[in-house]
C-alpha cells in the first residue's frame, strides 16, 4: 500500500508524470519504487545481491529496526521513537527521489535505524489520519489485541465519523 501511495503522491503532487514502480514499469522516466541491491549486515558489511542470489535474492525480511520522527502521529500511536516491524518485501522507495516528495509536502515520518535510512512509513499533511508502512502490520495484530496502526485508524474513522454527524 505504501509503495502505490507514494507512487500516487508522486504523480499528482510532486509533477512526476509516469512516475512508477519497476515491479510494475520497469521501463518509468521515474522510478520512485525500485528494487533494492545492496544490504548492510549486522556487522557493518554490505552485501550485495542481485535476482540470481542463492542469498535471498533482494528480499528484505523479518523484524527491522525503525526511527519515528518527532512531532508526527505516527509517533503519537506508537508512543516511543523507535519500532521493530516485520518486512516481506523486495521494493523500496528510491532515495533518489526523497527530497522531491517531501518538497512536495510528502511526511516521511518513519526510517530504517541503519545508515541508509530506508523510507518506512509516510503520512500526508492537513489529514486527520493518511498513513502507509512498508511493513507488514498484520503479522503481530490479533483479534484481541490490534496492531497499534489497526486501533488508531478505526478510533479516528469513529472521531471522523462523530464529526460528519454533527455537521
Avoid at 501511495?5 to 525500485?34: C, M, Q
Avoid at 519515528?68 to 518486512?87: A, C, F, K, M, W
Avoid at 512509513?121 to 483479534?143: D, G, K, R, V
Wanted: some cysteine.
Amino acid at each position: 500500500g505504501m509503495q502505490v501511495a507514494v507512487i500516487e503522491f508522486a504523480r499528482h503532487k510532486a509533477g512526476l508524470d509516469r512516475a512508477h514502480s519497476t515491479e510494475f514499469n520497469p521501463d518509468t522516466p521515474h522510478p520512485v519504487i525500485a528494487l533494492v541491491t545492496e544490504w548492510l549486515q549486522g556487522d557493518g558489511q554490505v552485501q550485495k545481491r542481485g535476482q540470481d542470489s542463492d542469498l535471498g535474492g533482494t528480499m528484505r525480511l523479518g523484524a527491522q529496526a525503525c526511527h519515528l520522527t518527532p512531532d508526527s502521529l505516527v509517533r503519537e500511536v506508537y508512543g516511543q521513537d523507535e519500532i521493530n516491524e516485520r518486512h516481506r518485501h523486495r521494493y523500496e522507495v528510491n532515495s533518489n527521489y526523497i527530497e522531491t516528495l517531501e518538497g512536495a509536502g510528502l511526511k516521511l515520518t518513519g526510517r530504517s535505524c541503519d545508515e541508509r535510512g530506508l523510507v518506512e512509513m509516510i503520512e500526508l499533511e492537513n489529514h486527520p489520519w493518511f498513513m502507509a508502512c512498508q511493513f507488514h502490520p498484520e503479522f503481530t495484530s490479533t483479534p484481541r489485541r490490534g496492531h497499534p496502526l489497526f486501533s488508531s485508524f478505526v478510533k479516528a474513522a469513529l472521531a471522523q465519523h462523530a464529526k460528519s454527524d454533527k455537521g
